[in-house]
């Protein structure tokens, strides 16, 4: 058990603790002495505060319940057919369990609110970090590249020596991709927006992925309206976001299988879906595949989901995983439509 958890047991301990001292003091106290009743009964604010800046709202609400529960056999047994004692002590209960809701809701926003100043300010130190780490390693990969090109002109097709000159250039290659995703988790996201049929990004991806996953017999198709609308956005930081997920989604199909690209128009906003057929997500592992740097693929810079929802989220469009209807999952991607948007019709 981690030192944290035995603090939150403490505190739920002190709590609970509370919560039952006050109801002794006050189920000890004569009923004819309505004043000491009003004072214990204010008492149970003390733990019911206390849970809510403790837990937020799930803990507020729990103190709540359990405050009501002890207090409420007291309101029944002093019943006075509606007298303005009874209206009082069920006005209390109210009260409880409005404050529990209201101190719970704010104190869960204000920890979000710290959580997401901690997490842009770790990943301001790491992109500082990393964009240092990738210049440095930028310069000499290219200049790699350029021997290597140079050398491997000189070399005939069929000589084995140009086959390791190739390896060489692919890895390299790969190397500066990795590289560049580093610089671009670690500059600003700048957007160049235009009205784009949304067809052209979508078409240039599926070319660019068609070698590749004809290389491990995954099949790529195309599910298009008849209508589709044209939408603001750079076309070239839509294309980088969506072409990872559909090279992630061939790299994740098992040989044989399909790789869906689907785009279906909402009320206010235009959805793509890519769907793969794979072995799907780990529990475990949904809640983290689009952190900076986590990656199950070996070789991977576990940036290209994060840098795929950053892209997403400037455009002030959200990106979601959903399992998919028979196995594998889906990627959805949805884009808010540009005003006065108009519709062009697929070819």
């Not at 509606?82 to 209390?92: G, H, K, N, T, V």
């Not at 949304?198 to 309206?225: C, G, H, W, Y």
Request: neutral net charge; hydrophobic residues 45%; aromatic residues 6%.
């Amino acid at each position: 058990m981690s030192g944290e958890e035995k603090y939150d047991r403490i505190k739920i301990g002190v709590a609970v603790l509370l919560v039952v001292l006050i109801s002794v003091l006050h189920y000890s106290t004569g009923y004819r002495e309505p004043y000491y009743h009003a004072l214990n009964r204010e008492l149970y604010f003390i733990p019911l505060i206390l849970s809510g800046l403790w837990f937020g709202l799930r803990g507020a609400m729990i103190a709540s319940a359990g405050i009501t529960s002890m207090y409420l056999p007291y309101t029944i047994m002093v019943w006075n057919n509606f007298a303005a004692s009874d209206f009082d002590r069920i006005l209390s209960i109210l009260l409880f369990n409005v404050i529990a809701a209201t101190l719970g809701l704010v104190s869960d926003k204000q920890k979000a609110s710290e959580a997401a100043l901690r997490r842009s300010e770790r990943l301001a130190a790491m992109g500082q970090a990393v964009s240092a780490v990738a210049h440095d390693i930028k310069t000499p990969l290219i200049t790699i590249e350029g021997f290597v090109r140079l050398a491997r002109k000189g070399l005939s097709e069929d000589d084995p020596v140009g086959e390791k000159l190739d390896i060489v250039i692919r890895e390299t290659k790969r190397l500066e991709n990795m590289v560049n995703e580093m610089l671009d988790f670690s500059r600003p996201l700048t957007l160049n927006r235009v009205p784009v049929d949304f067809t052209q990004p979508l078409r240039e991806i599926i070319s660019l992925v068609q070698d590749e996953a004809a290389k491990m017999n995954v099949t790529i198709e195309e599910k298009l309206p008849e209508k589709l609308p044209e939408v603001a956005l750079d076309p070239e930081r839509i294309k980088e976001a969506l072409l990872n997920l559909v090279i992630n989604a061939v790299q994740a199909s098992p040989e044989g299988e399909i790789v869906t690209l689907s785009v279906s128009m909402g009320t206010d906003s235009l959805l793509c879906d890519v769907i793969d057929r794979g072995h799907g997500i780990a529990a475990g592992t949904m809640e983290k595949i689009f952190s900076p740097f986590f990656t199950t693929k070996k070789g991977g810079t576990g940036l290209g989901l994060y840098i795929a929802r950053r892209i997403i989220e400037a455009h002030g469009g959200k990106i979601t995983v959903l399992k998919g209807r028979e196995q594998g999952v889906i990627f959805r991607v949805s884009l808010p439509l540009s005003t006065g948007s108009r519709l062009l019709r697929a070819d």
